[in-house]
């Protein structure tokens, strides 16, 4: 079993960068694949981009494609989402997840952290 925990959210401005990080404990993470989830006010939690086991693979849902990439660094059991150019669209509670399929699922997560909360403001 792993736990995680996100961090780096805050309050931005758009067109300003954030770099997103999920820290995991209990378990190594490279037992896992990794996704990155938001969820905004009103509105279902939905895919941003995974990475595989030795973050050979990633996806990029359509909506931050081009402005955010998903990496991860064994080493330090850490899974990251580097925001670009963010967009008050982009305001979320993101959380990461763990689980055994590579996929944008989320069904398909076993093991999820507690939320960031980002805010992009215009």
């Known amino acids: 079993q792993v736990q995680l925990v996100e961090s780096g959210g805050g309050l931005v401005q758009a067109g300003d960068s954030l770099r997103l990080s999920c820290a995991g404990s209990g378990r190594t993470l490279s037992s896992y694949a990794m996704g990155w989830f938001r969820q905004a006010p009103g509105k279902e939690r939905e895919f941003v981009a995974f990475i595989s086991w030795r973050g050979s693979s990633t996806s990029i849902a359509n909506s931050v494609k081009g402005r955010f990439t998903i990496s991860r660094d064994n080493a330090k059991n850490t899974v990251y989402l580097q925001m670009n150019f963010l967009r008050p669209e982009d305001t979320a509670v993101y959380y990461c997840?763990?689980?055994?399929?590579?996929?944008?699922?989320?069904?398909?997560?076993?093991?999820w952290g507690p939320g960031t909360q980002v805010t992009v403001s215009s």
């Open positions: 997840a763990a689980g055994q399929r590579l996929t944008g699922r989320i069904n398909e997560y076993d093991y």
